[in-house]
T-cell receptor
Framework: DAEITQSPRHKITETGRQVTLACHQT?????MFWYRQDLGHGLRLIHY???????NKGEVSDGYSVSRSNTEDLPLTLESAASSQTSVYFC????????????FGQGTRLTVV | QQQVKQSPQSLIVQKGGISIINCAYE??????FPWYQQFPGKGPALLIA?????SEKKEGRFTISFNKSAKQFSLHIMDSQPGDSATYFC??????????FGQGTTLQVKP
């Protein structure tokens, strides 16, 4: 079955370190998204991509970057981890810009100490 | 910018009761109004969604009511079950495909 997987599921890192969270989907979806989930805020959009070589900033993009070199993967990089980036991160994909249903990964819980 | 406001933040319902969660939005470009369900340790998953050309959609025990003029939509869970205990998010979207999430409602259904 097609799926979307995130790795690692849990990570603890130190302030100032660079961290990369992986997202891989096997649906061949064009759209991919990164969200962070914090209590009281729901899920907020960090970055998104509509296809290979396309990346766009979301609502809370400061301190994060993404790259899209193929259809299947959209890694999220924290350039210099900060305690404020302690959160649960979700990757999602959807078929096209016009498609409405998004499919989510299981999430990565990141703790910055 | 608070585009989507969801209420209540938490809800406790007895088994067999009705759960109602509300969502208000500002962006008139939204054209798809879904509710996502999230269990602990899992990602959100689409539960039910409605397009603005209808005012109500029912799927089993779950119903969406949509009021375009008021820019509001709500989720009704009939005959609530303990297995419905989860966090629910409204997440309206437009043709950008970007979901704009509400703050979430934690539902607890007591046996």
């Amino acid at each position: 079955d097609a799926e979307i997987t995130q790795s690692p599921r849990h990570k603890i890192t130190e302030t100032g370190r660079q961290v990369t969270l992986a997202c891989h989907q096997t649906w061949n979806h064009n759209n991919m998204f990164w969200y962070r989930q914090d209590l009281g805020h729901g899920l907020r959009l960090i970055h998104y991509s509509y296809g290979v070589q396309d990346t766009n900033k979301g609502e809370v993009s400061d301190g994060y970057s993404v790259s899209r070199s193929n259809t299947e993967d959209l890694p999220l990089t924290l350039e210099s981890a900060a305690s404020s980036q302690t959160s649960v991160y979700f990757c999602a994909s959807s078929e096209s810009p016009a498609a409405r249903e998004a499919f989510f990964g299981q999430g990565t819980r990141l703790t910055v100490v | 910018q608070q585009q989507v406001k969801q209420s209540p933040q938490s809800l406790i319902v007895q088994k067999g009761g009705i759960s109602i969660i509300n969502c208000a939005y500002e962006n008139t470009a939204f054209d798809y109004f879904p509710w996502y369900q999230q269990f602990p340790g899992k990602g959100p998953a689409l539960l039910i969604a409605i397009r603005p050309d209808v005012s109500e959609k029912k799927e089993g025990r779950f119903t969406i009511s949509f009021n375009k003029s008021a820019k509001q939509f709500s989720l009704h869970i009939m005959d609530s079950q303990p297995g419905d205990s989860a966090t629910y998010f409204c997440a309206p979207t437009s043709n950008t495909g970007k979901l704009i999430f509400g703050q979430g409602t934690t539902l607890q259904v007591k046996p």
